[in-house]
């Protein structure tokens, strides 16, 4: 079967995960994966390696219920990144990065009162997963699919810049979340998000895509996207789609952002629970695999924005400027590197079983993909022009039969034992950076809590709609 069988792309892009956090001890039963020895460290302070010995903190694999919860939220800013990966900021001249900061960068955080954790929290940074036992969805589709061990984020630092990336190949200069009401308004406005995606070259193309939601989509930032609010749709629609065999040529799954009253967040940003993501990966997975003769047609591709200040060992590559802009930071930041290594897993009846990518990928990887595969005209930017494909991976042999595919549905449903512990909960009353981001898109400061929060996104998303519509 030829690559042009492929019909359907379908994302589900996750939340703040490095690889080696979430994957890097899956070397341990496949040596061809570029994962964790167990003999990585990093130094309480980098600044004095040149003066002597300095204390290194090793990684170490977690166990039982450890890690499935993170709080307070790693840092992952740009000058956070920039400290994890360089071990100081601004960068050396050379910046040659080291993977050396992370142990100091947690240590700085602060915890709820505003003082810094400390070092000692510091260093459970260097905590991972170990993946077999606490993350079976996961490491099952790595194992059992396509692993993209060289898969990096597009920008080092934090969520927006790096989801404009995954939908435009390129954040217009930025690197940072907007920090304000004020900021989120001033750049709405001013179309400084109004860069040209992938949904519009595959508009002027007569194929069809949605990006699918749980409670609001970050990716309403996208200006141009406003005047397609028919393509916006919530994820039961994407079940029903699935079910039914209507699925778009090209899909985005955006998970849930907030705990509220319809469910638990599943995005597996921190201090969200990571077992609620893994069921919602189980829940896409059986989805496709429940109708095989869609699933034969379909790439899933399992993938997370950005590390979320997590440890990684494997040091940033050089990049591609996507569109020559310089941003404001300072020192400014010329978007030629990448970002930390994310998971990256692709899941297919259509690609190989057991394999290992060791091909340097970005989010742009998937823009350069759909263009390849779906036969668009042009590039967005010199980022996805640059970029790597993964096309070949889908064979031209017969599609993998279903029932040789792993069967995730005890996790889909929670009925698993990974579920028999009851769910710690979040925070309550404190937002991430992130969240306050989508509440600041949302038109609304200041609210009380978390589920207040889910709410009011919902409300605000819906009112928008009718505004459109009314317009």
Known sequence: MASTELRHIVVLMLENRSFDHMLGFLKESDPGIEGLR???????????????????????????????????????????????????????????PQNDGFVLSYSEVPDSGGIPVGMAVGKTIMACFDPVAQLPVLS???REFVLCDHWFASVP?????????????????HTNSPS??????????????????????????????????HDFPQSLALTNLHSRLDRFRDFGAFLS????????????????????????????????????????????????????????KTVLVVLYDEHGGYYDHVPPPPAINPDGRISTDDPPFGFDRLGVRVPAILVSPLVGQGRV?????????????????????????????????FESHFSSGLPRDPSD???????????????AASVPSSRNGSFTPFQRSLIDLAHQLNLRSEADGSIHVAQQLESFRARQGSG
């Open 38 to 96: 167990g003999s990585e460290s990093n130094p309480t302070d980098p600044a004095l390696s040149d003066q002597g010995p300095v204390e290194q903190v090793p990684v170490r694999k977690m166990s039982g219920s450890d890690g499935y919860v993170t709080d307070p939220d790693p840092a992952h800013e740009y000058p956070d990144v920039t400290l994890q990966i360089f071990g100081e900021t601004p960068p050396p001249s050379p910046p040659v």
């Open 140 to 142: 099952t589709l790595a």
């Open 157 to 173: 630092g934090p969520t927006w810049p790096n989801r404009f990336f995954a939908h435009a190949a390129t954040s217009n200069g």
């Open 180 to 213: 304000s009401l004020s900021a989120v308004k001033d750049e709405l406005g001013f179309s400084t998000y109004g860069m040209r995606t992938i949904y519009d070259s595959l508009s002027e193309q007569n194929l069809d895509w949605t990006i699918y939601y």
């Open 241 to 296: 789609d699935v079910s039914a065999g209507t699925l778009p040529a090209y899909s985005f799954i955006e998970p849930r952002y907030f705990d509220g009253i319809v469910g638990k967040a599943n995005d597996q940003h921190p201090p969200h629970d990571v077992r609620e993501g893994e069921r919602l990966i189980a829940t896409v997975y059986e989805a496709l695999r429940k109708n095989p003769s869609l699933f034969a």
């Open 357 to 389: 990518d060791h091909a340097v990928y970005d989010h742009t990887s998937l823009l350069a993909t759909v263009k390849k595969v779906f036969g668009l005209p042009r590039f967005l930017t010199r980022r996805d022009a640059s970029a790597n494909t």
């Open 405 to 419: 595919m792993p069967d995730l549905s005890d996790h889909a449903d929670g009925s698993a034992p990974l579920y």
